[in-house]
């Protein structure tokens, strides 16, 4: 079998599994389960054969034409270079491993099959975004994926943070989508081709007409779907959802799919200085922002949601200062570690009963009772902190080590001041992430207090997978050397300079929370602890519904908790009310765009009703009245028609002779 074959297989087989589980989740209910994990497994081990003979050579590029336009035509295309089979690989380890745990946390839910299916549809997605060679079929990924996420993040869709959050993201990124749709256009407009190659070619040859124009539209799709700032507010709404939905958006789809698409185009938008600047300027504000408001936070996925909002703003960056090897490989190893964040804390949360960190810091034992989560969770934690040697301190290197060598001049693919404004806000955002990864580490599981409720033995399916992940967690950066043909054939090995200086203010960062933490445990019986909803026969799906309506019960708001033992409090101090609410992005929005939507809406239904309507309904009611009065002049007597006859006919020859002698007289 052709590599392409294989190639259409892998988007292929989950789409497959998809749509059978939805047939059969009602008549074959047994099948479900297997009809969820196979398919995707078997993809996952066909994408890593496919990198296999790949080899991070000469990309392979096969086409047939999708539908005449008569314009620009349409190609069902695959490009497959090293970046799109390494990328395939992560989505199908990661989508398995969600699959799998999936059927321990969510063992009695009703709606376990068409949640099934969606992850299932969303994987396939994906993975057609990934090996898409035409910017269309590229669309169909990435609009199916906005669908997908709409309803699996209002899967407890009973809850009211869920419907919202559903409909938040669903609307924000759709608002990135419209310039998007309209920069795919232009770019089509002015290349002559939805072709990735051809497109890429294009600009090679300067064809590109309008570069800053095109790529800054790119750029708002790319900050609606990646999360990033001003369009990253959905993002931690979106924790609302099952744990697994988490792990999924955040370590191998969705927010991965901007990332991934500016990499593939990165030609485009370094034709344009000034969108490298733009894209510089929104990944330095991006990290340095979710950095803050992930040191606020007090549910366990919040903190986790604005990390992955940092960590893409260190992916933004690297492609602002031209370098998509350091992004990419950041966008590998992010996934592993993430993935295993996400899923971890779904351990923790149905062993603790809550998702409330003040909550979980009142808790002894957790740790113990939960070893397999502790201990992934904690080599996570040190990757998303890069310490050495795990895999995310060389990929973060990478990112580091890019962005000095356009500041320094020794690349000239972007200009000095993106390098600049990478490089400071990388080293500032280093400090943040060990500091939140530390704070997350101590109040999870170094809690003092009576011990955690005992929900029994974990599932193996839940924790397996923990360990799976864990591997490319530990081990990925030490491939740096090996992969180097399957990311542009540059190094991507991390620099004496950097490594010191990002290493040594990580370092810091972790130190001075845990002082902070030390300096705060002291008042760790003063604060109201009311957040838990501990069932210890409960799936853990129903832990975490529950635990997220009773924060929200408990402490009037998912995010916060008025908790003078977390060291956050003490780390941010008065700039910790406005980090916690992510810095009132969404009041701002409201104020600017909702309420003055809200108001054009009820100015359109109040003239709809009350001229429109009142217009129509006038017409209709004068037609009414003059057939009431027609009516009333058929009374069925032949005698007053024929008067009626007569006299009608009298008075137009009265007329008639009227009329005559006026004329004749002039």
Not at 172 to 184: A, Q, R
Not at 440 to 450: K, M, S, V
Not at 614 to 639: D, E, F
Request: aromatic share 8%; charged share 10%.
């Amino acid at each position: 079998m052709t590599t392409t074959t294989l190639a259409v297989l892998v988007p292929l087989l989950p789409f497959l599994g998809a749509a059978a589980g939805l047939l059969l989740g009602r008549t074959a209910p047994g099948f479900v389960r297997p009809l969820a994990v196979l398919p995707t497994l078997v993809a996952a081990v066909i994408a890593a054969v496919v990198a296999a003979r790949q080899g991070g050579g000469r990309a392979i590029d096969a086409a047939t034409q999708l539908t005449p336009t008569g314009s620009v035509p349409i190609d069902l295309a695959l490009h497959l270079d090293g970046f799109a089979v390494l990328v395939a690989v992560l989505v199908g380890l990661v989508a398995t491993c969600v699959q799998i745990y999936s059927t321990a946390y969510l063992k009695d839910d009703a709606r376990y099959p068409s949640y099934a299916a969606l992850v299932s549809l969303f994987t396939s997605a994906m993975l057609l975004v990934v090996y898409s060679g035409d910017l269309m079929v590229l669309l169909v990924g990435w609009e199916i994926m906005g669908i997908c996420s709409y309803f699996l993040v209002g899967h407890y869709w009973e809850t009211p943070e869920a419907r919202a959050a559903s409909l938040k993201a669903f609307l924000v990124t759709k608002l990135g989508d419209v310039p998007f749709l309209i920069g795919l256009f232009a770019l089509a407009a002015d290349t002559g081709t939805f072709r990735i190659t051809g497109i890429l070619a294009a600009v090679t040859n300067g064809g590109l007409d309008h570069p800053t124009l095109i790529a800054l539209l790119l750029l708002a799709g790319v900050a609606g779907k990646s999360a990033q700032f001003p369009l990253h507010t959905w993002l931690p709404d979106a924790m609302a959802g099952p744990t697994p939905v988490s792990a999924l958006i955040h370590a191998a789809t969705m927010v991965a799919a901007g990332i991934y698409f500016v990499a593939r185009l990165l030609p485009v938008f370094a034709a344009s200085g000034a969108a490298l600047v733009v894209l510089a300027v929104m990944a330095a504000v991006t990290m340095i922002g979710s950095g803050l408001a992930a040191l606020a936070q007090d549910d366990i996925k919040r903190v986790l949601a604005y990390s992955t909002i940092g960590q893409l703003g260190y992916m933004s960056g690297a492609l602002a200062v031209g370098d998509r090897g350091a992004a990419v490989f950041h966008l590998l190893s992010h996934g592993a570690f993430k993935a295993v964040l996400f899923l971890a804390a779904g351990v923790v949360i149905h062993a603790a009963g809550t998702n409330s960190l003040a909550a979980m810091s009142r808790m002894g034992g957790l740790a113990k009772r939960i070893p397999d989560a502790y201990w992934t969770m904690t080599v996570a934690l040190l990757a998303l902190a890069a310490i050495p040697p795990f895999a995310g301190f060389f990929s973060k290197e990478a990112v580091l080590v890019a962005a000095e060598h356009t500041a320094f001049g020794d690349r000239d693919i972007a200009p000095a001041a993106a390098g600049w404004t990478v490089l400071v806000a990388g080293l500032a955002a280093a400090v943040l992430t060990a500091a939140y990864a530390t704070r997350l580490w101590l109040l999870t599981f170094r809690g003092r207090g009576p011990e955690a409720p005992d929900h029994g033995k974990q599932p193996v399916a839940m924790t397996s997978v923990l360990w799976v992940l864990a591997v490319p967690t530990i081990a990925f950066g030490l491939t740096t050397g090996v992969l180097t043909d399957w990311f542009d054939g540059h190094s991507l090995s991390p620099s004496l300079t950097t490594a010191v200086l990002s290493t040594g203010v990580g370092l810091v960062g972790g130190l001075v929370t845990y002082g902070a933490w030390r300096h705060t445990t002291a008042l760790a019986d003063r604060p109201p602890v009311g957040a838990v909803a501990a069932h210890p026969d409960a799936e853990p799906a129903l832990v975490e519904a529950e635990a997220i309506t009773s924060h929200t019960a408990a402490y009037g708001t998912i995010a916060d908790a008025p908790d003078p033992s977390d060291p956050g409090r003490l780390l941010l101090g008065p700039l910790h009310r406005h980090a916690v609410t992510g810095f009132h992005l969404d009041a701002l929005y409201t104020v600017v765009f909702v309420r003055p939507v809200g108001a054009a809406a009820r100015l359109v239904r109040f003239l709809d009703r009350e001229v429109v309507d009142t217009y129509v309904r006038g017409s209709g009611s004068i037609a009414r009245g003059l057939g009431t009065l027609i009516r009333r002049a058929q009374t069925g007597n032949v005698q007053t028609y024929l008067g009626a006859l007569l006299a009608g006919t009298l008075v137009l020859a009265i007329a008639a002779v009227v009329l005559a002698n006026v004329y004749a007289g002039a």
